[in-house]
């Protein structure tokens, strides 16, 4: 079945590196995603990588894949205020044809 | 590019009222659409699929009298939560799949309180 797992709460540091880890349970997932949540608000697509790529670095973040151990992390370097929120780890099997699964989200805190 | 609006932002009714909830894709045609629902704490889950022009996909444990999806447009989908309860209270996102991109872009979601 389909389960995405990653831990609920991370704090950091102003200027520090955040990662943020997820594990997923099913193998045939092609797509997998980082979507950042604000109070309140909508999600917002961050990055995404496919199943055949070990990496992707996006100006200040970074996704790492291990495919062998269904593990994800985000990276974000020289974390800012504005970074604080929820970051949603998810995946899909056709990209976006068919239902995402999300994790529960993990909490960011960036302390000034 | 790629923007999806949905509306109401808020939405606060009395139980027992229907309600309805639009989905729109505004710089880009969306054949297939789809609602989650993310309840305090917890992560998003996938209500139904909408296609345009034709019936709604609805994920196991969703009832589909009671949530109501009609995607008449290539921009627009509407999901109308029928006889609503305070247990239907929560935040509801619709995405929109940009095929080209292969992605679905997400909406701002609408908070639901039913009293």
């Known amino acids: 079945g389909e389960d995405v797992e990653q831990s609920l709460f991370l704090s950091v540091r102003e200027g520090d590196s955040s990662v943020i880890n997820c594990t997923y349970t099913?193998?045939?997932?092609?797509?997998l995603y980082w979507y950042k949540q604000e109070p309140g608000a909508g999600l917002q697509l961050l990055t995404y990588i496919f199943s055949n790529m070990d990496m992707k670095q996006d100006q200040r973040l970074t996704v790492l894949l291990n495919k062998k151990d269904k593990h994800l992390s985000l990276r974000i370097a020289d974390t800012q205020t504005g970074d604080s929120a929820i970051y949603f780890c998810a995946e899909s099997f056709r990209g976006g044809y068919q239902k995402v699964t999300f994790g529960i989200g993990t909490k960011l805190q960036v302390i000034p | 590019g790629a923007v999806v609006s949905q509306h109401p932002s808020w939405v606060i009714c009395k139980s027992g009222t229907s309600v309805k909830i639009e989905c729109r894709s505004l710089d880009f045609q969306a054949t297939t659409m789809f609602w989650y629902r993310q309840f305090p704490k917890q992560s998003l889950m996938l209500m139904a699929t909408s296609n345009e022009g034709s019936k709604a996909t609805y994920e196991q444990g969703v009832e589909k009298d009671k949530f109501l999806i009609n995607h008449a447009s290539l921009t627009l989908s509407t999901l109308t939560v029928t006889s609503a309860h305070p247990e239907d209270s929560s935040f509801y996102i619709c995405s929109a799949l940009q095929s080209r991109q292969e992605t679905q872009y997400f909406g701002p979601g609408t908070r639901l309180l039913v009293l």
């Open positions: 099913d193998s045939s997932s092609t797509y």
